[in-house]
């Protein structure tokens, strides 16, 4: 997987996880570990979709990313 | 600091725009205005202080000088005279513009601190950045100094000597429960019946105790016997409450001589001169002598909650306002005329702001299991009179509407809903939780009495006296009903009971064995392998914490001491012993169970995909499980979609949760408190479901380790009840929410755009009628629309009034961190 | 020595002699109020920066 911020690359579980944005969907919150940017990711595809700052949208309903959730599934 | 509202906007206008914060600001009176915006907020946002707010330290240090001084007495006098000291010689203050007095730090923007409660709370007090009053290196050294003296012999250390230290080291390791298994913080029941429906003042109570005491010393100079042994250790006991109940009437005169102080020397404006001289004849008058006027009766009231927790660090506030002090509200309003219905409600309104002001210096675990406030307030409103009448007035009205003006988070409401309740009242509950505050929580009344006759036995008419003792366990107000002690160490992390029962007790969060060894799971052939597994794990983990917390409340009188709430508590009157000891004591145990839907959820799933469709293999599963699903991705939305989920009316997994719940009702009946009673469950959350997301590792019913876990007690995953909210309340009406369990928190979020006006009233009442018919004990909702909570996220300064419900408690929604407000916002909006 | 007893803000106890309040207003961030400490009217006042001359 790739950082979409620092295009740090790896495997997506050398991302640390933090949590998922709905139990339902497969966009999870994890960050990278060389930049350390919090990324919405697409578990499926196993793809960083975008920065999530930390205080700003992690999840699939909430501030800043309403709809991801939705859209990836 | 608290935003402006836009000055132009008519009430209708912010009412339009359900903006019932900016609502609340233009209604209030100026008084409340002031109280409400100048109060220090003590609970904590996230996990952290406020700035501006300190530790106290007076209180602290004063309380150890006279415990050293006194070192060799007994501990409840000892204790007793460190308590006097503090009340004697600690700061003061009168709060502009306010009518009510009493806190029990020393300045309005300290949080007490339990010195004498837990060594390991101390060391988290030295080390927590920001609290220190300034000069901050003084204040660390005194702290320091306070710490070395105490470490090893407070309240917690001397249980934890004793304690199995297996036992010990699995508590210790945060996995299973939380809490601290002594009356240092525990949640203290108060004699109401005593105080108040037996109209007694403390003056009355030293009479009583002088009486008791007379007739105990002609034994110990009469006939030697064994019989008379423990008198001598009673009448030590006494004397430490008599001591207690007089440095209570002298505190309360300070504020009268302080008052008097400022209305004869520094007070200009006449009618606050006057304001003054009346807060100084309340307070000369209470706690001395019985109340005779709402004023006084709200201020006897608060000092006897000050007064209490100057002696422990009580984490919540068993109250029934409405039904104690709603006598002397008709009197004032309705008969004599001495108050105004608005003068009542700035009085109704202080009050709550008085108890919101309270807070205590807390271990983080606990600020993040409770965040945004210092404990679980849950004042109980409603319900019925001792004869099973309608016990609601005008003052229960006073207390909903005051609610939706100071807008406090802390305490907050339950109401004892049964089918006498007028249709005005009903608004009025309704009218709270439209304007957003997530409280009133609705309590089935008739069930809930039975259910406290059918667990503890408490006769049908001290059952119907019933308060929260915390945030949803009924207790009843009398002589041998109160519960003096129970402590949140009995607060089971349930999810664990599944996971073990995947992993043959091995936590492979914390890395230890910590369940019984109940089989290679890979192993399994069938579910009931699994089942059974479950049930020892469950019956290990709940039995440890039972133990424990068993252990402390056995104890606790001769590790720690209540003089106070044995003053004020008729059984210690009468006996001498400390209210605390089991002696006399119905017993009101309950375990809280955190985290308990994951196990339904997850059993229902490898049921269904692993033993019914055998589209995978138990291999499989443990195999996802510990790779915490990574790279199972396909496989885990499996699990999540395609296996059923509770609150969806689907008996495949509501037969799951009756098993569950039935096997440990059992085992509930097999476990007996100090008293020989019963100890049920209670699932629910507070903000639990939070602190042990990075705790439980990865479950069969999808959840990764680190992500929240469900909300409620038995509330289904957020955006798993797909059914809509008749299927959640009929799955959730298959419990027998009587003899399943003592009470079972269930989570709602209803839209607010649907049930604005008279039809979402009706819409509503028509809900509670359902709820009340399918036979559930409580509900509570969340009534702020997904809008509302994204702004507040990204606007926090402009929506820092905003309240939600977490759990079985409401906070204001900035408070409480980013994982927690996505979690309220992930819940699914019922259309009803 | 000034004592506490010459300070502006001390308050004599009726009923006990010797035994005074220390009453003062203070403006915190938030919120105005009227403390009150015990204090003894011999109370060396030399060290309190609140120290006010009757
Ligand atoms: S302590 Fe200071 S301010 Fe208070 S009375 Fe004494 S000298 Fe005055």
């Not at chain 1, 578990?43 to 699939?60: F, L, N, T, Y």
């Not at chain 2, 005329?337 to 205590?360: C, H, N, P, Q, S």
């Not at chain 2, 819409?763 to 009628?769: D, E, G, M, Q, V």
Request: proline share 5%; aromatic share 10%; glycine share 8%.
């Amino acid at each position: 997987m790739k950082c979409t911020e620092c295009s740090h690359e790896a495997g997506v579980s050398s991302f640390r996880y933090l949590y998922n944005a709905r139990i339902d969907a497969p966009i999870t919150l994890r960050q990278c570990p060389q930049c350390q940017a919090w990324l919405a990711v697409d578990e499926m595809a196993g793809e960083a979709r975008q920065r999530v700052d930390a205080g700003e949208a992690p999840w699939g309903k909430s501030a800043g990313i309403e709809g991801l959730a939705e859209d990836a599934r | 600091m608290v935003a402006e509202p836009a000055q132009d906007q008519s009430v209708q206008e912010l009412e339009d725009k359900q903006e019932w914060w900016w609502v609340a600001e233009k209604k209030r009176s100026k008084r409340l205005d002031y109280l409400r915006k100048s109060v220090w907020k003590k609970g904590a946002l996230g996990g952290n202080y406020a700035p501006g707010i300190k530790l106290d330290l007076e209180c602290a240090t004063l309380f150890t000088d006279m415990w050293k001084f006194w070192k060799y007495d007994p501990i409840m006098m000892r204790r007793a005279k460190a308590i006097a000291h503090v009340l004697d010689n600690k700061t003061i203050f009168i709060t502009d513009h306010s009518q009510l007095v009493g806190y029990f730090g020393s300045l309005p923007n300290t949080i007490m601190w339990r010195v004498d409660g837990a060594s390991m709370v101390n060391e988290e007090a030295y080390n927590e950045p920001g609290i220190m009053p300034e000069p901050e290196n003084e204040s660390l050294q005194k702290v320091a100094e306070l710490n070395d003296y105490w470490a090893g012999q407070t309240a917690v250390d001397k249980v934890a000597r004793i304690l199995d230290p297996e036992d010990a080291v699995k508590f210790l390791s945060g996995a299973i429960g939380w809490g601290a298994p002594s009356s240092a913080y525990g949640y203290s029941g108060k004699d109401y019946e005593y105080l108040f429906a037996g109209r007694r003042g403390f003056e009355d109570i030293i009479e009583e105790i002088n009486a008791a005491v007379e007739n105990a010393e002609d034994k110990t100079v009469g006939v030697p016997g064994p019989e008379i042994l423990d008198i001598y250790d009673r009448l030590q006991n006494w004397d430490a409450m008599i001591l207690v109940l007089e440095a209570g009437i002298r505190h309360a005169r300070r504020y009268a001589r302080l008052a008097r102080t400022m209305a004869e020397n520094m007070e200009t404006d006449e009618k606050r001169r006057e304001e003054l001289l009346k807060i100084a004849e309340t307070c000369e008058r209470v706690p001395a002598r019985a109340p005779r006027n709402l004023q006084e009766s709200l201020q006897y009231d608060h000092f006897i909650q000050i007064f209490a927790r100057t002696e422990a660090h009580e984490g919540a506030w068993p109250a029934r306002p409405d039904y104690y002090h709603g006598p002397y509200y008709d009197k004032d309003v309705n008969v004599d005329k001495t108050l105004t219905k608005e003068e009542a409600l700035d009085l109704v309104g202080e009050f709550m702001i008085r108890a919101y002001e309270v807070g205590g210096f807390a271990p983080r675990w606990a600020r993040e299991g409770l965040q945004g406030i210092t404990g679980t307030w849950v004042w109980t409103l409603g319900g019925v009179n001792k004869d099973g009448s309608d016990a609601c007035n005008d003052l229960t009205v006073a207390f909903l509407q005051a609610a939706r003006l100071v807008r406090v988070s802390n305490p907050t409401f339950g109401f004892r809903w049964h089918p006498k309740v007028k249709d005005e009242v009903l608004r009025e509950c309704f009218e709270c939780i439209r304007h957003g505050l997530g409280y009133p929580s609705m309590r089935n009344d008739p069930l809930l009495i039975q259910n406290a006759m059918h667990w503890h036995g408490h006769p049908l008419e001290e059952a119907r006296t019933w308060v929260h003792q915390a945030c949803m366990s009924p207790c009843p107000t009398t002589k041998h009903g109160v519960q003096p002690m129970r402590m949140a160490s009995a607060t089971a992390n349930c999810a664990k009971m599944v996971e073990y029962a995947l992993h043959n007790g091995y936590d492979h969060v914390v890395g230890m064995q910590m369940g019984p060894e109940t089989g290679d799971a890979a192993k399994f052939h069938d579910f009931e392998e699994l089942f059974q597994a479950w049930v020892k794990q469950m019956e290990w983990l709940t039995s440890l914490l039972v133990r424990t917390v068993n252990l402390g409340r056995y104890k606790d009188p001769e590790f720690f001491g209540r003089p106070f709430l044995s003053g004020m508590s008729e059984r210690s009157v009468e006996s001498g012993l400390d209210v605390v000891s089991p002696v006399g004591d119905r017993g009101n145990c309950w375990v809280t169970a955190f985290t308990w839907v994951e196990n339904i959820d997850s059993l229902a799933a490898v049921k269904k995909l692993v033993f019914d469709d055998k589209k995978y293999t138990m291999e499989q599963l443990l195999s996802a499980l510990k790779a915490n699903w990574d790279g199972y991705e396909e496989m885990r939305l499996d699990f999540v979609n395609n296996a059923p989920k509770w609150g969806n009316d689907d008996d495949y997994v509501d037969d799951i949760m009756l098993r569950c719940l039935r096997e440990t009702a059992r085992h509930s009946r097999v476990m007996k408190c100090p008293s020989g009673n019963s100890w049920p469950i209670l699932p629910e959350n507070v903000s639990g479901n939070i602190h042990y997301a990075s705790i439980v590792g990865a479950l069969p019913n999808g959840r990764r380790c680190g992500d929240a876990l469900y909300d409620g007690g038995i509330s289904p995953g957020p955006g798993l009840d797909k059914k809509g909210p008749s299927a959640v309340l009929k799955s959730c009406g298959k419990i027998d929410h009587v003899s399943d369990g003592r009470a079972f928190l269930l989570n709602q979020r209803l839209s607010p755009t649907q049930l604005a006006g008279e039809k979402g009233y009706q819409l509503w009442k028509a809900y509670i009628r359902t709820w009340a018919d399918l036979g559930l004990d409580h509900v509570q909702f969340n009534m702020v629309s997904d809008e509302t909570l994204r702004a507040a996220q990204k606007d926090p300064e402009k929506y820092s009034e905003v309240i939600v419900r977490v759990a079985g408690y409401s906070a204001h929604f900035v408070d409480i961190s980013r994982k927690t407000q996505d979690n309220i916002i992930q819940r699914t909006v019922q259309g009803i | 020595m000034s004592t506490c007893a010459e300070c502006r803000s001390f308050f004599l106890r009726e009923d006990e002699p010797g035994q005074g309040d220390c009453v003062r207003r203070v403006v915190d961030p938030r919120q105005a109020f009227y403390q009150s400490k015990p204090v003894r009217e011999d109370n060396d006042a030399s060290g309190c920066e609140s120290f006010q001359k009757k």
